[in-house]
Protein backbone atom coordinates (compact mmCIF):
# COMPACT_ATOMS: atom_id res chain seq x y z
CA UNK A 1 0.00 0.00 0.00
CA UNK A 2 1.66 3.28 -1.36
CA UNK A 3 0.51 5.71 1.29
CA UNK A 4 2.73 8.35 -0.15
CA UNK A 5 2.30 8.85 -3.78
CA UNK A 6 4.08 10.87 -6.64
CA UNK A 7 1.72 10.78 -9.59
CA UNK A 8 4.01 12.36 -12.24
CA UNK A 9 7.19 10.15 -12.82
CA UNK A 10 8.78 13.40 -14.68
CA UNK A 11 8.22 17.24 -15.68
CA UNK A 12 10.27 19.34 -17.86
CA UNK A 13 9.95 23.31 -16.99
CA UNK A 14 11.28 26.25 -19.23
CA UNK A 15 14.03 28.40 -17.10
CA UNK A 16 12.42 31.14 -15.59
CA UNK A 17 9.29 29.29 -15.29
CA UNK A 18 7.49 27.79 -12.03
CA UNK A 19 7.89 24.24 -11.02
CA UNK A 20 4.94 22.64 -9.36
CA UNK A 21 5.20 18.78 -8.13
CA UNK A 22 2.59 17.15 -6.48
CA UNK A 23 2.15 14.63 -3.70
CA UNK A 24 -0.87 12.78 -2.34
CA UNK A 25 -0.99 10.88 0.53
CA UNK A 26 -3.60 8.53 2.03
CA UNK A 27 -2.69 8.43 5.77
CA UNK A 28 -4.31 10.99 7.72
CA UNK A 29 -2.21 10.66 10.90
CA UNK A 30 1.02 11.98 9.22
CA UNK A 31 1.41 14.81 10.73
CA UNK A 32 5.26 16.07 9.28
CA UNK A 33 6.32 16.27 5.90
CA UNK A 34 9.17 16.83 4.05
CA UNK A 35 10.62 17.71 0.12
CA UNK A 36 14.16 15.95 -0.23
CA UNK A 37 16.23 17.13 -3.53
CA UNK A 38 18.41 14.36 -4.78
CA UNK A 39 21.68 14.14 -8.07
CA UNK A 40 22.48 11.04 -8.87
CA UNK A 41 24.92 9.17 -7.25
CA UNK A 42 24.42 11.39 -4.19
CA UNK A 43 21.95 10.89 -1.26
CA UNK A 44 18.46 13.37 -0.89
CA UNK A 45 19.24 16.45 0.66
CA UNK A 46 16.51 18.16 2.29
CA UNK A 47 14.66 20.54 1.29
CA UNK A 48 11.88 22.08 2.60
CA UNK A 49 9.48 20.90 5.62
CA UNK A 50 5.88 21.83 6.93
CA UNK A 51 4.26 20.66 9.93
CA UNK A 52 0.50 19.62 9.83
CA UNK A 53 -0.38 23.13 11.48
CA UNK A 54 0.48 24.72 9.20
CA UNK A 55 -0.75 25.10 5.08
CA UNK A 56 2.52 27.06 4.12
CA UNK A 57 5.82 27.38 4.84
CA UNK A 58 8.22 29.41 1.93
CA UNK A 59 12.17 29.09 1.86
CA UNK A 60 13.72 31.17 -1.19
CA UNK A 61 12.27 30.12 -4.10
CA UNK A 62 11.00 27.12 -2.80
CA UNK A 63 7.24 27.25 -1.10
CA UNK A 64 5.48 23.83 0.28
CA UNK A 65 1.53 24.14 0.37
CA UNK A 66 -0.30 21.81 2.25
CA UNK A 67 -3.95 20.85 1.78
CA UNK A 68 -5.16 18.53 4.47
CA UNK A 69 -8.84 18.15 3.85
CA UNK A 70 -7.65 16.79 0.18
CA UNK A 71 -4.39 15.03 1.92
CA UNK A 72 -2.48 17.08 -0.96
CA UNK A 73 1.22 18.45 -0.82
CA UNK A 74 3.01 20.76 -3.47
CA UNK A 75 6.47 22.56 -4.02
CA UNK A 76 6.28 25.23 -5.57
CA UNK A 77 10.04 26.92 -7.29
CA UNK A 78 9.98 29.89 -8.51
CA UNK A 79 12.20 31.26 -10.89
CA UNK A 80 13.06 27.55 -11.82
CA UNK A 81 16.79 27.80 -12.75
CA UNK A 82 18.91 24.55 -14.64
CA UNK A 83 20.47 23.43 -11.11
CA UNK A 84 16.64 22.32 -9.93
CA UNK A 85 17.26 19.32 -12.65
CA UNK A 86 17.06 16.44 -9.88
CA UNK A 87 14.66 14.18 -9.02
CA UNK A 88 12.23 15.38 -6.04
CA UNK A 89 10.87 13.09 -3.21
CA UNK A 90 7.93 13.90 -0.95
CA UNK A 91 7.53 12.29 2.51
CA UNK A 92 6.06 11.84 5.69
CA UNK A 93 5.91 11.11 9.06
CA UNK A 94 3.80 11.63 12.09
CA UNK A 95 5.30 11.37 16.17
CA UNK A 96 8.86 11.72 14.66
CA UNK A 97 9.06 8.40 13.39
CA UNK A 98 10.27 6.71 9.87
CA UNK A 99 9.74 8.74 6.63
CA UNK A 100 7.37 7.11 4.46
CA UNK A 101 8.91 8.35 0.83
CA UNK A 102 6.72 8.92 -2.63
CA UNK A 103 8.29 7.21 -5.82
CA UNK A 104 10.12 10.71 -6.76
CA UNK A 105 9.77 13.44 -9.48
CA UNK A 106 12.27 14.06 -12.32
CA UNK A 107 12.29 17.86 -12.74
CA UNK A 108 14.43 18.86 -15.70
CA UNK A 109 14.64 22.12 -16.49
CA UNK A 110 15.02 23.74 -20.21
CA UNK A 111 17.87 26.52 -20.33
CA UNK B 1 27.76 18.00 2.47
CA UNK B 2 24.78 16.38 4.73
CA UNK B 3 27.70 15.64 7.71
CA UNK B 4 26.53 11.48 7.67
CA UNK B 5 29.04 9.11 5.89
CA UNK B 6 28.57 6.34 4.76
CA UNK B 7 31.37 3.74 4.22
CA UNK B 8 31.84 1.65 1.59
CA UNK B 9 30.84 3.69 -1.43
CA UNK B 10 30.84 1.18 -3.78
CA UNK B 11 30.82 -2.94 -2.92
CA UNK B 12 30.41 -5.76 -4.97
CA UNK B 13 29.88 -9.51 -3.70
CA UNK B 14 28.48 -12.85 -4.74
CA UNK B 15 25.58 -14.31 -3.50
CA UNK B 16 25.18 -16.32 -0.83
CA UNK B 17 27.92 -13.41 1.10
CA UNK B 18 27.22 -11.33 4.27
CA UNK B 19 28.76 -7.38 4.11
CA UNK B 20 28.18 -4.80 6.55
CA UNK B 21 27.53 -1.57 5.62
CA UNK B 22 28.77 1.76 8.13
CA UNK B 23 27.41 4.86 9.07
CA UNK B 24 28.15 8.00 11.05
CA UNK B 25 25.71 10.55 12.14
CA UNK B 26 25.97 14.09 12.03
CA UNK B 27 27.45 15.01 15.26
CA UNK B 28 25.23 15.58 17.81
CA UNK B 29 22.60 13.41 16.35
CA UNK B 30 21.27 10.59 18.43
CA UNK B 31 19.17 8.70 15.89
CA UNK B 32 20.28 6.34 12.59
CA UNK B 33 17.76 4.92 10.14
CA UNK B 34 18.40 3.16 7.13
CA UNK B 35 16.74 2.93 3.91
CA UNK B 36 16.89 0.85 0.91
CA UNK B 37 16.41 2.20 -2.69
CA UNK B 38 15.95 -0.35 -5.16
CA UNK B 39 15.62 0.01 -8.95
CA UNK B 40 13.23 2.71 -10.35
CA UNK B 41 11.42 2.57 -6.70
CA UNK B 42 11.32 5.21 -3.83
CA UNK B 43 13.37 4.66 -1.00
CA UNK B 44 11.80 1.94 1.73
CA UNK B 45 12.33 2.24 5.84
CA UNK B 46 14.70 -0.60 7.02
CA UNK B 47 15.20 0.38 10.47
CA UNK B 48 15.89 2.58 13.37
CA UNK B 49 17.99 3.26 16.50
CA UNK B 50 17.99 6.31 18.56
CA UNK B 51 20.95 6.27 21.42
CA UNK B 52 22.00 2.23 20.92
CA UNK B 53 18.58 0.94 21.07
CA UNK B 54 15.83 -0.42 18.03
CA UNK B 55 13.20 2.30 18.04
CA UNK B 56 11.42 1.68 14.80
CA UNK B 57 10.95 -1.11 12.61
CA UNK B 58 10.06 -1.10 8.47
CA UNK B 59 10.59 -3.67 5.98
CA UNK B 60 13.56 -5.27 7.44
CA UNK B 61 14.30 -8.83 6.31
CA UNK B 62 15.58 -11.72 8.67
CA UNK B 63 18.87 -11.86 6.97
CA UNK B 64 19.33 -8.06 7.21
CA UNK B 65 20.15 -6.79 10.86
CA UNK B 66 21.56 -3.42 12.56
CA UNK B 67 23.20 -1.85 15.66
CA UNK B 68 24.17 1.30 16.83
CA UNK B 69 27.22 1.31 18.92
CA UNK B 70 27.92 3.90 21.80
CA UNK B 71 29.95 6.24 19.98
CA UNK B 72 26.27 6.25 17.89
CA UNK B 73 28.36 5.02 14.68
CA UNK B 74 25.84 2.48 12.79
CA UNK B 75 26.34 -0.72 11.20
CA UNK B 76 23.75 -2.49 8.51
CA UNK B 77 24.29 -6.24 8.36
CA UNK B 78 23.06 -7.96 4.98
CA UNK B 79 23.37 -12.18 5.29
CA UNK B 80 23.07 -14.97 2.63
CA UNK B 81 22.79 -12.32 -0.07
CA UNK B 82 20.69 -12.85 -3.41
CA UNK B 83 20.50 -10.86 -6.41
CA UNK B 84 17.28 -8.92 -5.35
CA UNK B 85 19.33 -7.20 -2.95
CA UNK B 86 21.51 -5.12 -4.91
CA UNK B 87 20.59 -1.44 -3.90
CA UNK B 88 21.70 1.71 -2.87
CA UNK B 89 21.66 1.98 1.01
CA UNK B 90 20.90 5.11 2.72
CA UNK B 91 21.55 6.19 5.82
CA UNK B 92 19.89 8.96 8.16
CA UNK B 93 20.42 10.88 11.01
CA UNK B 94 18.43 13.23 12.89
CA UNK B 95 18.28 14.91 16.69
CA UNK B 96 14.45 13.70 17.24
CA UNK B 97 14.57 16.60 19.81
CA UNK B 98 11.43 17.98 18.85
CA UNK B 99 7.64 17.33 18.08
CA UNK B 100 6.78 18.29 13.84
CA UNK B 101 10.40 19.19 13.67
CA UNK B 102 12.43 16.58 13.22
CA UNK B 103 14.36 16.19 9.49
CA UNK B 104 16.34 13.68 8.49
CA UNK B 105 19.92 13.98 6.92
CA UNK B 106 20.89 11.42 4.49
CA UNK B 107 24.39 10.29 3.55
CA UNK B 108 26.06 9.46 -0.05
CA UNK B 109 24.77 5.92 0.32
CA UNK B 110 26.41 2.43 -0.32
CA UNK B 111 25.59 0.66 -3.58
CA UNK B 112 25.58 -2.67 -3.34
CA UNK B 113 25.59 -4.98 -6.17
CA UNK B 114 25.35 -8.82 -5.92
CA UNK B 115 26.51 -11.16 -8.71
Known sequence: ?111 | DSGVTQTPKHLITATGQRVTLRCSPRSGDLSVYWYQQSLDQGLQFLIQYYNGEERAKGNILERFSAQQFPDLHSELNLSSLELGDSALYFCASSPLVGINTDTQYFGPGTRLTVL
Open chain 1, 1 to 111: DQQVKQNSPSLSVQEGRISILNCDYTNSMFDYFLWYKKYPAEGPTFLISISSIKDKNEDGRFTVFLNKSAKHLSLHIVPSQPGDSAVYFCAASFGNEKLTFGTGTRLTIIP
